[in-house]
Every structure is written in C-alpha cells, then in structure tokens.
C-alpha cells in the first residue's frame, strides 16, 4: 500500500471529469468530457459565489444561528425545499440533456452511452431522493405543525439531523458530478449489474451511500410527523377534526416509518456484497438479485404513495379553500386515504411480473394493484364535488389542480393497464412505463408540491408569491409535460426501451422531437419559478399579508400572523369542530386577546444536525473512494456528536409572556388597520391578510 | 387477418366494437406503421390477444376516465368565482347518493378487470404452451451485449437472427450468462427476464412468414441499446433451407469461439472474431453446439462447470436430472411450484 493509497485511497487525477478526455482525446472522450467538465465547474462557480455572497454580506453568523443550527419546524421545511429546489434545477437540465440526445440519436447522437448511464441514474436517484422526498418533507415540516396547533415536532434536534442526513446525501450526488462517475445502474440499482463483478467503480458506491443517508433521514422524520401527530395535537383536536393534509401526512409518515427501512437493508447488504465480498445478490455463490428486487420494492412501492399522499392532502386543501367551501366527503377522503396506504404495501411484485412467477401470483397482485385505483379514483371525485356549488378563483393553486386532475386520470388509467400482467409484459421496461410514472409523478406530486409552495409561501414570509409568474409557471408545466411525456406513451408501446442512448429506427424521431420542444417548455417553467421568487421578493412590499389570512383559510395556520412568530401560537388554541378558524371568523370570534399570556419554552439551537451532516458526508466520501482514515474519523465524529449531544443540558430557551403579548398585540394592531377584503381582490396589493366575510353573505342571499 | 385465439373472451364485442376499429386504425397509422415492431400491429397470436386485451382495458377505463376529463373543467367553469348565477352552497359537503356513486362505479369497474386479469394472465401465461403443435425448442443465453439463440436438437447456434417456421410455435428457454436482461419481441408477444443460474420460460408463436423486432429491454451496460436482433418466421421449408445455410456457414462453437461469445462486446465483435464473413450480415451461425449449453451456463453460478467447461456435451441420463433438480431450484426461486416443470 502506497501514500498515496493510504491517503487518498483510490481518489486521484483520473477522478477530475476531464482527465480521460485529456489522456484519450477522441470525439466521445471530447464532447462528453467537455460537458461534464462544464457541469462540474458551473457547481464550483455556484458554490464560490454563493460563499462570496455570504461572505460579503458579513451573513456567516446569521446563516449558522438563525438557520443552519435551528430547529424551528418551519425553518427546517422552508431548508428542506430550498434543498429541493436546487437538486430539481440539476435533475432538470439533466433530463433536458436527455430529451436533445434521444431527439438526435437515430443512430448515434452525441453523448456516450457511459454518460448517458450517469445522467439518467443521477436523474432518478435526485428527483424521488432529493426533489419530491425534500420537497413533501418540507412542506409537512412546515404546515403540519401549524395545523395541529403545536409549536414545533416531537423531537425537533431529531428533525434537524434528518434534514442534514439528507443533505449530506444530495452532496454525494454533486460531488459524483466533479469527482469520479455516477452509477450507470438506475435509480433503482439493481444488482448484479451493480456489483463489483459487474462495476467495480465508484459509481455504485456513491449511489448506495447518497440512498443510505437519506432513507436514515427519511426514516426519523417518518418517526417524527407520526409521534408529533399522535401526541401533539391541540385539546380538542379528534382524529376525525384534523385538516386534510395532516391525515395524508400521518399516512405518510407511517409509510416512511415502514417502508424506509427494507431499502436501508437493501442498500446495506448490497454495499456487503460490494465491500466486504458477501453473496447477497450476486450472480454466483447462492447470492440471488431476486432478493433485492423484492426488498427494494418493499420500499420502492409504498415510496410511491409517499409521493403522492401529501400532495393529495395539499389538493384537498386548496380545492376547499378556493372554492370557497367546505370539504366534500371528508370522512371519505381519509377512509381513502388510509386505504391507500394499507394497500401499497401489498402491490410490490408489479414491478417485475416479468421475472417468472406464476400466472396466480402475478394475478393476484395486478388485482391488488388495480384496488389502489378504487380510493384514489373517489379522490378526484370528491375534489370535484367540492368544487360543485362553490366559488371557485383560478389561482395558481388553483390552475395546478386542475391540470393535476385532468392529468393524473390519464396517468391512472396507464397505470391500470400497467397493473394487467399481461399488458405489462408488453410496456415493461419500455418508454410506456416512463411515460407512465412521469404521469402520476410531475401532475400528481410536482403539480401538488408547487401548489402547496404556492399557498403556504406567505404564511412563511409574510408575502404573497407573484401570480402571473406563477401562472405562467404553471401553464408551462402543464404543457410541457404533456408535449414531453406523451409521445413516450406512443413510442413506449411500439418496443422502446427505457434507458436507450440511441436507435436505428427513424420511426421513433418525430415522437422524440416533440418530446424535445416539451422538454424546452418544462425548463421554461423552472426558470418562471426563479422568476417569480425574485419578482416577489422585490414586490414584497406589496405583496405583504401581514394579517395572516390570504386565502381566507379554514385551517388553525392562517389563525396566526405572517410569517408565522416562532412559537406559532401565543396561546395554544383550543378545538371544538373541524375547520376551526373558519368557524371563529363565522362567529365573529376571530383575533382575539387571549385572557393570559404564559411563558413560552422552546428548544434551543443545536449544532447535531450540523455535525451528523458533515461527519456522515465525510463517511459516506470515505467509503466511497475507499480513504478509510476519513472512515474511522468520521466515526469516531458520529459517536463524538451523538454522546456529547447525551450531556447537553441547557437545551430549551423561555421566551416571556410579555414578549408574547407584545408580538400579539402588535399583530392584532395590523389586523385592526388592515382593510378586509373579498375574494375578488385576492391577488392585489389590497390583499394584506384580512379576508372580507363575503362567503357567508353570498351564501345567505 | 387470420387471428388466432385459444378462447373467446368475454363481454368483448359487448363494448362499442366501432371505436375499438377507431382506436385500431388511428393506431394503425401511428406507432404501428413500422412493420413487426409494436403489439399495436400483432403478428403473432399472443401479442393479437394483448392488444384486443389493450383496448378492453382502456375502453372500461373510458367510463372512469371520461366523467373527470368532462366534469373537472365543466365545474370548475360553471361555478367560478364571477358567475353570480350559479347556486353557492358554501356547507353542503356530504350525500349518500353521490358517495354512492363514486365509490360504486370504480368498485364495479375493478370488479369486471379483476376477472379479466384472472383470465387472461392464465391464458396468456408466458410459462404455457400454446398449442399442442410440435413446439420447436430454442434455448436463449443473454450476454454482454447480445443473445445467443441456442437449438438444442438440431446442434446449431445463431447470433443476431433468430429463425423459425411459422407453422410451430416456440418453445423458449432463457438464462443469462451476465447480468438480468429481459428478452422481448414485441409483434409476437410477452417479455420475460433472463437471470444467471436460473431459467425462465416462454411461448410465443408468429401467424405467418415475417421479420420483427427482437431486444433486450433490461439496461445491462454500454451495449445495451445495440442489443437487438431480428426474429424471422418463415415457411417450413424456408426454415429446412435456412438450417441447411447454417450448417453450412456456421462455424463451430469450441472454447476459441466461445470465448469470444462470452467475453463483453456486441454481434459485430463476434462476428469479426469468428470471421463471419461468408455468413448474412448482421448474423453470426454456429455449429457443432452442445445441447447442453444453457444447462450448463446457468450450472456455473451454481457450483457447476467452469466457464471453459461449458461448451462439453454431456448428455446422459444422470446429467438429464441433474438439470431437472436445477430447473426445481430456479423454479422455487420464482415462487413456481416445481410440478409446474413440464
């Protein structure tokens, strides 16, 4: 063993991006190391400016205190989407790529297949990882709370450390792109294509352990929506009273409880096979792949209804609120809901009825599937029911929703043929079944999470998003999507292979340019995004809803000033019905003084979350170039952080009942001069949170 | 269009037969017009009996389907925000008659595709035979990247074509020498997995002389998008004198050969090492071939014979059950009783 073994392990020049292109200049070499080469500087350009920018601003100490230590819900969930954000932005351009190498790659196209490997792997593992699991983590983490009336979850350094876990994952991922290659095996990673027999790189590696983070993390805030649920609520708050979404994210949170840890296990007895020469899933040896596939769809199915819960909690919250009206068949929905959850535990084996079983197995689990589609089915119709006889303002919210619908039932009804074994032997594998998740992916949870970023943002900051960004927005991803992902359906079920760099047959090109020009109109929208954040943020002025009711909600979080005080509630409010801010504006009874104000304790910053994050970053980089000094360190760190965090004493903060009174009345002050508005003023500058009684005098005439 | 069908299905022709030929001619002009490439446009009787079961899926699904795509923008417009004329109702929020609904309607929807998927997952078993016809036997071996299409009775290999008589049906079996792939020609019918040390089955047959596509859906590595080949049923005779040409042009499969088919690299590269020059293009003909080739590749992840090994016949009763105990151990692996062997 060498210095440079023991050092670096097997991290050296051939890890740089470029390298190869240097020591073997040919075409492929060229194009392909040019782009990554760009990717990889354009993440180290970011990185420098953005710690420039901190920098300058002199912001360091308020980065570490007000947000990277804290752990205040809310601050945590807005962490979590910003995280979301960007690995979107990423998995993004890389799908773009895709499309133009697909559209151009009747015999060829530009980019290698090796790379093309990368890039739809890298694409995969970030958007269910690090885009959807940050996303729906963080709008739980951020609404969830509010709606039970509590001040924050169970275990909030808890919290804290699945955030950092998390984004520690997602650095593996960046990092991948400047230092060494990605997997080429798919977001699902089967083995034994995955084993060292098979690759031998790094790229499988900085898969298992980018995965193993974040379903750790995943798992503990699976734990934590569930206890702060069961044990958190507000007096008075029965199961059958709490809002819509906090249902979806009970579910949600029990199948995170459940379903995380088979892919845990999964990953980890692939990386014994990869590390440690164990016979797992390997070809030979008694090791069988047929055990991973159903152990990483013991995870990858229920994870597909973690997906999608949330934001079916969020649709039912925007479609009664902007219909002016109360819930449709609430007991319905969340009957549907928990049926849902139950189910997706037993439909697995449909992501492989192609590997042998029985024709009775593979029956019996297409019917099982197909049950799914009964509650979700009764969903969308409950939706539209609450739509019916309401008032409904096509807001940005709104406009997603709809799209969502209309959208989603084409997804479901791809998905019931995908449920047939027999048609399923026909479209697995193929670009129908892309299609088809990308269906019930991008309308049923992109479209939900952009319109719950959409409904809650000012709850957060104290303004309200840009509406016509945010249409523009919106439309573009509705059509983008459709120009992307339905020619998929058609080339899909004339034989095209998933995960194909190139073809030979022109008769696939015209689908594939259509698919291009949807792409275009997709990044279109993520940059409307960008756009509106930044048009906001300096209409902010005007956009302020400083009394807290823009949308004049239904639910305990629009009770409260905007952006929420960090102790949410100054007096925890008291439940004796469903929708109970709705009802104390019905009654007249609505900002109120509290009687008393009492000290409020709250828990204090803690660096754990921090700490985890860097030293399971550094392990995981460890493990994966094989430096197995950094290993043992940042073991040693773990085990350092988690015991020293046992003798942290001085953990909580008291905030005085005089701070609370005086933070109350000064809100009640700004509710006292706001001008109450009707619906029709929703979207204007005259809009500062205080909602017009105008539901209850239109329904009375 | 002489279409086969082992059983007249049920409630077919009771859903609007003139939009399942609305729906079979628009996709006749659309994904189907490459001759042998889609299920859309079925050549065989397997993938003629998914396609009608296509079309039924989605015909039933039209009665969930089209009330969202109507109902969705019709309410939502009806009752929008400016329309004073409409009935504001902010409180109504349950009715057992619409719940009734909503709930009835997938649930009988379901009902009906539930026994549609019983039946026609056991009719379309890739595991069954389908026909009492003299099967003909083909073994396939997925590599690093491309098939090897192995004929154990008549001692013949072939790479890149895979011919057969359109009056047999096939009888597939299927390992992998690598990783999982899944082999799929879908004009004809089914996909099905291909895994080391196990085999799997499959049946498809073609209903007239032609060529489609044939592919390995399952990313397996660099190669993997040149992994296709073509299949080709032709008339019996046709297939008598295409055997003849293999025989004749073919080389044999020794350990030289072999070591060429198993070492990574697509068709072209085991075509220029065998110097397959005097054979069609995009084919490579072996002769000379063990008919216990696929036996003997999947016996090599299991403790079996070495990779040089596997090339030697040795056919003889006592090995005949040894394959058979193997065969039990993929089968249970599968979650397939062993007595469905045979």
């Known amino acids: ?701 | 269009m002489p279409t086969f069908r082992r059983r007249p299905h049920i409630g077919r022709r009771a859903i609007g037969t003139g939009l399942l030929a609305a729906l079979a001619l628009s996709a006749g002009s659309g994904p189907a017009a490459a001759e042998g490439l889609s299920f859309l446009d079925p050549q065989g009787p397997v993938a003629a009996a998914q396609r009608d079961h296509f079309y039924a899926v989605i015909l039933l699904m039209l009665v969930v389907v089209v009330p969202v795509l109507i109902f969705t923008p019709l309410v939502a417009w009806r009752y929008r925000y400016r329309n004073h004329g409409a009935r504001y109702a902010p409180d109504w929020k349950f009715s057992w008659p619409l719940e009734a609904l909503i709930w009835g309607v997938p649930v009988a929807v379901v009902v009906v595709l539930s026994v549609w998927i019983w039946q026609e997952t056991h009719d379309l078993d890739p595991y069954a035979p389908l026909a009492a016809d003299k099967s003909l036997r083909v073994e396939v071996i997925g590599y690093d990247w491309k098939w090897l299409f192995v004929y154990p009775d008549l001692h013949i290999a072939t790479m890149g074509v895979l011919g057969f008589p359109s009056d047999r049906s096939l009888d597939i079996r299927l390992t992998s020498a690598s990783v999982m792939q899944s082999f799929f020609i879908p004009a004809l019918g089914s996909q099905i997995y291909a895994m080391a040390g196990m085999r799997t089955k499959l049946h498809l047959k073609a209903n007239r002389p032609g060529t489609f596509l044939g592919e390995n859906t399952q990313y397996n590595g660099k190669g993997f998008h040149d992994q296709k080949f073509r299949a080709r049923a032709m008339t019996a005779r046709g297939f008598t004198d295409w055997v003849k040409q293999v025989r004749a042009k073919g080389v044999p499969l020794d350990a030289k050969a072999y070591d060429v088919v198993r070492a990574k690299g697509g068709l072209t590269d085991v075509r220029r090492a065998v110097a397959g020059g005097s054979m069609p293009p995009g084919t490579v003909y072996f002769t000379d071939v063990s008919a216990d080739l696929l036996a003997n590749v999947m016996h090599q992840f299991n403790g079996g014979a070495s990779s040089s090994e596997v090339i030697v016949s040795e056919r003889s009763p006592a090995n005949d059950t040894a394959l058979r105990s193997d065969a039990g151990h993929a089968a249970s692996a599968t979650g397939e009783p062993p007595a469905r062997e045979e």
């Open chain 1, 1 to 701: 063993m060498t210095l440079h073994h023991l050092l670096l392990g097997r991290l050296d020049l051939h890890a740089l991006p470029f390298w190869t292109m240097i020591e073997h200049p040919t075409h492929e070499t060229i194009v392909n190391g040019t782009i990554t080469t760009a990717a990889a500087g354009l993440e180290v350009l970011a990185a420098i400016v953005v710690i420039a920018l901190v920098t300058r601003a002199g912001k360091w100490r308020y980065l570490w205190s007000e947000w990277l230590t804290s752990v205040d819900h809310k601050r945590i969930g807005i962490m979590y989407i910003a995280l979301s954000f960007v690995m979107m932005s990423r998995a993004l351009i890389e799908a773009a790529l895709m499309r133009t190498q697909q559209a151009f790659g009747l015999g060829g196209g530009f980019l290698s297949p090796e790379h093309f490997g990368e890039l739809f792997s890298t694409h995969g593992t970030i958007m269910i990882f690090f885009m959807a699991m940050p996303f729906l983590t963080g709008v739980i983490n951020f609404a969830m709370p509010l709606q039970i009336g509590t001040r924050d979850v169970s275990f909030p350094v808890m919290n804290s450390v699945s955030l950092g876990l998390t984004t520690a994952g997602a650095m593996m991922i960046v990092i991948s792109l400047a230092l060494g290659k990605f997997s080429t095996g798919g977001w699902s990673g089967y083995p034994p294509f995955t084993e060292a027999a098979f690759n031998a790189g790094v790229g499988p590696d900085y898969w298992i352990w980018a995965v193993t983070l974040s379903s750790l993390g995943t798992m503990m805030s699976g734990i934590n929506f569930a206890v702060t649920i069961y044990k958190r609520r507000a007096p008075g708050m029965t199961f059958m009273r709490m809002p819509l979404f906090t249902w979806t994210a009970l579910c949600t949170a029990i199948l995170m409880i459940f379903a995380m840890p088979p892919l845990t296990v999964a990953t980890a007895m692939l990386a014994l096979d990869r590390y440690l020469d164990f016979h797992f899933f390997t070809n030979g040896s008694g090791g069988n792949m047929m055990n991973y596939a159903n152990l990483f769809w013991l995870f990858g199915h229920p994870e597909v209804y973690i997906l999608i819960l949330p934001a079916f909690g969020v649709y039912s919250e925007i479609f009664s609120t902007f219909s002016g009206k109360l819930l449709y068949g609430y007991t319905s929905l969340v009957l549907a809901t928990m049926a849902i959850a139950v189910i997706s535990f037993a439909v697995w084996l449909h992501h492989f009825f192609t590997m042998g079983q029985n024709a009775s197995v593979n029956a019996a689990f297409g019917i099982a599937t197909m049950l799914v589609g009964i509650p979700t089915g009764v969903k969308i119709y409950d939706w539209i029911l609450t739509m019916f006889r309401g008032r409904v303002r096509f807001t940005v919210p709104i406009v997603y929703g709809l799209g969502f619908m209309m959208l989603f039932v084409l997804g479901g009804l791809s998905g019931i043929l995908l449920a047939n074994p027999t048609l399923d032997y026909q479209v697995h594998n193929t670009l129908f079944l892309v299609a088809h998740f990308h269906n019930m992916l991008i309308p049923g949870l992109l479209f939900g999470m952009l319109a719950a970023y959409h409904y809650w943002f000012p709850k957060a900051f104290g303004f309200r998003l840009d509406e016509r960004w945010g249409m523009i927005s919106a439309v573009s991803w509705i059509v983008g999507f459709m120009l992307a992902f339905f020619p998929l359906y058609v080339i899909g079920a004339m034989g095209f292979p998933r995960r194909t760099v190139a073809y030979f047959d022109p008769v696939y090109r015209p689908w594939m340019l259509i698919a291009l020009a949807g792409a275009a109109v997709v990044l279109v929208a993520l940059a409307s995004l960008f756009v509106q954040l930044f048009v906001s943020i300096r209409r902010r002025e005007a956009l302020a809803v400083p009394a807290g009711d823009p949308w004049d909600g239904s639910n305990l979080e629009w009770a409260i000033a905007a952006p929420a005080p960090e102790y949410n509630f100054s007096v925890i409010p008291d439940v004796s019905d469903r929708n109970p801010f709705m009802i104390a504006k019905q009654k007249g009874d609505a900002y109120q003084t509290p009687a008393e104000f009492q000290d409020i304790t709250m828990p204090k910053n803690s660096p754990l979350g921090m700490a985890l994050a860097v030293a399971g970053g550094a392990l995981a980089f460890g493990l994966v170039w094989h430096i197995w000094w950094l290993v043992a360190l940042s073991c040693l760190g773990v085990l350092v952080a988690i015991v020293g965090q046992g003798f942290a004493r001085d953990c909580e903060k008291v905030i005085p009942a005089a701070e609370v009174r005086r933070q109350h009345e000064a809100w009640l002050r700004t509710v006292a001069a706001s001008r109450a508005v009707p619906r029709d003023l929703e979207g204007e500058p005259a809009n500062t949170g205080l909602a017009a009684r105008d539901r209850f005098s239109q329904a009375a005439e």
